[in-house]
């Protein structure tokens, strides 16, 4: 590395940090270290730490809540950025009308709406991540997405430049954006509609008994793992394959929905990886559908 890490270290103490454990990040529990850890005070310690690194060829990974994030067990090379409860915001702008900042969790932002009156994001409850993350994967849920609720976006990208991107100007599809892999979101807009209280919470809690019913909870995994196909869910094609009971070590996969992949004790990144692997192997061989991944890997291998 072509950097003095200990003047970094100095320049931007506490916020960052030399080969930090990311298994500590990760829903999974899994992981290996990153070169360069930084975790901003504000977004002009941010600016001032890209402008910093920017000279150097370094590969830049942006961590969220970590819910569907996969890291692999030689860690990452290169810059790992995660945006923590600094960023973390709610102000309300109109009554339909929210500002988030990029590392704000999803729940917090919909109890937030219900709060206020705000319908429409009631979806945000059951989606296990911040909504930074959530709007670059378009997360969604029983019927809703963020494509939905998002107005506009403010970003800095690599190089420290800011700017906002309106919703018109972001291709959405299923599960993914056109969003630049270089842009950090600092914050975004969402609108809602007004609603009473008592419809939007009823709403909420028959959405959260839905996910609790089908899905597991208190276990170390990472969300969905493939994205659903056209014609099947994910689940459906693994359990039609044959591939609901596979296990690689404490690599397993969840009894109660078999798109849910688990570290069960002691599993390893590289696992959970070789499962992964195995089961859209069997899924393509018995159905003839590649199975997409929907959890992000990121690391290196070796």
Known sequence: MNLNTDLLQKKFGKNLIIKEDLSKYSWFNLG????????????????????????????????GAGSNTLIRDAGVKGVVIKLGSKFSSIELLEKD????????????????????????MEFLSCIPGSIGGSIIM????????????????????????????KKDEIKFFYRGTNIS????????????TTSSKQLIEK????????????????????GSTFKNSNDKKAWMLIKESGCDKLYIGDAKISDKHCNFFVNDGKAKTADIEKLINKVKKEVQNKTGVDLELEIKIIGDEK
Not at 181 to 192: C, D, E, M, P, T
Not at 203 to 222: H, V
């Open 32 to 63: 290996g270290a990153a070169d360069i850890f930084f975790r901003p005070e504000n977004k002009d310690q941010l600016k001032k730490f890209l402008n910093e690194i920017k000279k150097h060829d370094f590969k830049m990974h942006i961590l």
């Open 97 to 120: 009308t929210i500002e988030v900042g990029g590392s704000t969790l999803d729940k917090r932002i919909s109890d937030f709406a219900k709060n206020n009156n705000i319908s429409g």
């Open 138 to 165: 378009n997360s969604g849920c029983y019927g809703s997405d963020i494509s939905k609720i998002l107005l506009s976006i403010k970003i800095i990208d690599d190089k420290g430049e800011e700017k906002e991107i």
């Open 181 to 192: 892999k270089n842009y950090i979101i600092l914050s975004a807009v969402l609108k809602g």
């Open 203 to 222: 709403k909420q809690e028959e959405l959260i008994e839905r996910k609790k019913e089908s899905q597991p909870s208190q276990i170390k995994t990472g």
